[in-house]
């Protein structure tokens, strides 16, 4: 018979302690993005005028974070092996992610450009939760980004275990390759569980448990975002 020996205790471990580390690394992260909205931006006679000129700060960290991701570890998975003759391979990807950042950021001050306010009080909250509103397009996929790096592999791991199982004539391998088609199903999959179930979730969420304005979602998104982002290049132990 098979007792509670066969039961990888470890691994047990590391999923229980994700309920523990999630919650309290993306909270202090978003807390600590929160706190900064509020020093430089809330808490100020023109909060209109700030949040047009220091939103576009958050929308680089959004681009540099996702293109730090991408190079130091998506990339390799499609064999492309980036080298700006920079020194380390940290060093090229954190020069070339602050200039995509650069470029995301002057793509949202763009956007930005073309908010103006409503209405005769300039500074109402609808009008400053309109700026934050811009920023919350770039949140969003940096969210959709993170997602899928940790989740759609969830999905898409027993599809690339049996394809290689397959392909190899029935011989069970302890690493599995991954062809390209079987990452377009789980991006496709998850794209049709948002349009189709997800936005239940996220009614729920951002109404029915805290009522969520732009200010704060972007927080909560960017967040959640570099939190399960980190998890996935180094390994931590999250749930997203």
Same mark, same amino acid.
């Given at each position: 018979?098979?007792? =509670?020996?066969?039961?990888?205790? @470890?691994?047990? #471990? ?40 220091? =939103? ?6 959004? #681009? ?9 570890? #998506? ?15 940290? =060093? ?16 949202? @001050? ?11 009080? =300039? ?53 599995? #390759? ?41 927080? @909560? ?20």
């Amino acid at each position: 018979g098979i007792s =509670v020996d066969a039961v990888a205790w @470890a691994k047990v #471990g590391t999923i229980a302690s994700s309920w523990v580390v999630s919650p309290l690394l993306s909270g202090t992260i978003a807390f600590g993005l929160f706190v900064s909205v509020q020093y430089l931006i809330l808490d100020h006679e023109d909060p209109f005028a700030r949040a047009k000129r220091f =939103v576009p700060m958050y929308m680089w960290l959004v #681009g540099f974070m996702i293109s730090m991701v991408t190079l130091l570890k #998506g990339l390799k998975h499609i064999g492309i092996d980036l080298d700006l003759g920079m020194g380390s391979k940290f =060093v090229n990807a954190m020069v070339l992610s602050a200039f995509i950042g650069l470029a995301v950021s002057a793509l949202g @001050a763009l956007l930005l450009h073309r908010i103006h306010a409503a209405g005769r009080d =300039v500074n109402s909250p609808a009008n400053i939760e309109r700026v934050f509103g811009v920023l919350m397009i770039f949140t969003a996929c940096s969210m959709a980004f993170a997602h899928g790096s940790n989740d759609v592999a969830n999905a898409v791991g027993p599809l690339a275990a049996i394809v290689s199982t397959v392909q190899s004539g029935g011989e069970v391998s302890s690493k599995a #390759g991954l062809p390209w088609w079987v990452l377009a199903v789980g991006a496709v999959g998850i794209v049709i569980g948002l349009a189709t179930y997800g936005w239940r979730v996220i009614q729920t969420i951002g109404r029915k448990i805290t009522e969520l304005t732009p200010s704060r979602g972007f927080a @909560a998104e960017l967040a959640a975002a570099s939190t399960v982002v980190l998890a996935s290049a180094t390994g931590l132990p999250i749930s997203t």
